[in-house]
């Protein structure tokens, strides 16, 4: 079946500007979360989603970032007055339960570059 | 705060080489463990995970991982590397404030010489 899906792919954006990042999660999953992964670095927990609700948010840096699923399967993450500090890959996974044992199946991630 | 470190960044191994990968955690308390692999080209896939039981864990494409608790220590390990397992991997760690929050080891990027 499909898997975890991100869009765009590539994101370019100027300093200031706002954007959107997409996540269509595996069909079914009810708990989905957004990773952040610097360069050489791991990813970095943002937000956790179990259905509609965002059930844990502790990982988003301030607040301009904010994040949606106002459906429970899709989920839209936002970032307000990019900032450069901002450029990173931004990553979905979703799991069909949440904590152990389920396994978070990983989208390809959105490459964000604020010039 | 819990934390993991891997140790080595980079390594390059030839084809039929062995391979074990340092990976470390902060927490002392019960951790459930994992080791992700990501291809070129390719998302963060499982590769093995261990919550309880037996400390020697067996995952896909032959490679395990060892969990020794008084070491805070869940190393990978492989007897003999192919090409195809050129990737980079990283382990992850939850357990202290959240079961579903993952923290991640920087990785390490694995290069086998054909």
């Known amino acids: 079946g499909a898997g975890v899906s991100q869009t765009p792919s590539n994101k370019v954006t100027e300093k200031g500007k706002y954007v959107e990042l997409r996540c269509d999660p595996i069909s079914g999953h009810t708990a989905l979360y957004w990773y952040r992964q610097s360069l050489g670095q791991g990813p970095e927990f943002l937000i956790y989603f179990q259905g509609t609700g965002a059930a844990d948010d502790s990982g988003l840096p301030n607040d301009r970032f904010f994040a949606v699923r106002p459906e429970g399967s899709v989920s839209t993450l936002k970032i307000q007055r990019t900032e450069r500090g901002d450029s990173a890959v931004y990553l979905c996974?979703?799991?069909?339960?949440?904590?152990?044992?389920?396994?978070?199946?990983f989208g390809p991630g959105t490459r964000l570059t604020v010039t | 705060a819990q934390s993991v470190s891997q140790h080595n960044h980079h390594v390059i191994l030839s084809e039929a080489a062995s391979l074990e990968l340092g990976c470390n955690y902060s927490y002392g308390g019960t951790v459930n463990l994992f080791w992700y692999v990501q291809y070129p080209g390719q998302h963060l896939q499982l590769l093995l995970k261990?919550?309880?039981?037996d400390p020697l864990v067996k995952g896909i494409k032959g490679f395990e991982a060892e969990f020794i608790k008084s070491k805070f220590s869940f190393n990978l390990r492989k007897p003999s590397v192919q090409w195809s397992d050129t990737a980079e991997y990283f382990c992850?760690?939850?357990?202290?404030?959240?079961?579903?929050?993952?923290?991640w080891g920087a990785g390490t990027k694995l290069i086998i010489k054909p």
């Open positions: 996974a979703s799991s069909d339960g949440a904590g152990v044992p389920y396994e978070q199946y």
């Open positions: 261990y919550f309880s039981g």
């Open positions: 992850a760690v939850n357990g202290m404030d959240s079961n579903y929050q993952l923290i």
